[in-house]
């Protein structure tokens, strides 16, 4: 069992930049790759961006392309999403999850194929 708890969100004025952080405990945390995602009001969740195991792999979605980037601190057992340059199309309930990943390089970005979640973090961005 792995448990995930992010932090992190808030209000911010457009333009601004937040960091979202997830903590996982329970089990080895360089097993697993991680990922966000998040859910705005009346949408689906979408996927934002995935790191690999060892954190030399990343993968991000075109809406955030150049203004994310995700992180992770093995460590710590820490994931990260700096999030700069915010728009309001960027609010929404963000959620970190994590899978058990073989190779160090594998990232994921099919909400269907990871396993934990956290319970998500609200980011309000104004225009």
């Known amino acids: 069992q792995v448990q995930l708890v992010e932090s992190g969100g808030g209000w911010v004025q457009a333009g601004g930049s937040l960091r979202l952080a997830c903590a996982a405990a329970?089990?080895?945390?360089?097993?697993?790759?991680m990922g966000w995602f998040r859910q705005a009001p009346g949408k689906e969740r979408e996927f934002v961006a995935a790191i690999s195991r060892s954190g030399g792999s990343t993968y991000y979605a075109d809406s955030v392309k150049g203004r994310f980037t995700i992180s992770r601190d093995n460590a710590k057992g820490t994931v990260y999403l700096q999030m700069n340059n915010l728009k309001p199309e960027d609010t929404a309930v963000y959620y970190c999850?994590?899978?058990?990943?073989?190779?160090?390089?594998?990232?994921?970005?099919?909400?269907?194929?990871?396993?934990?979640w956290g319970q998500g973090t609200q980011v309000t961005v104004s225009s």
């Open positions: 999850a994590s899978r058990l990943a073989i190779s160090e390089s594998s990232y994921f970005r099919e909400e269907s194929t990871y396993r934990y």
């Open positions: 329970g089990r080895t945390f360089s097993s697993y790759a």
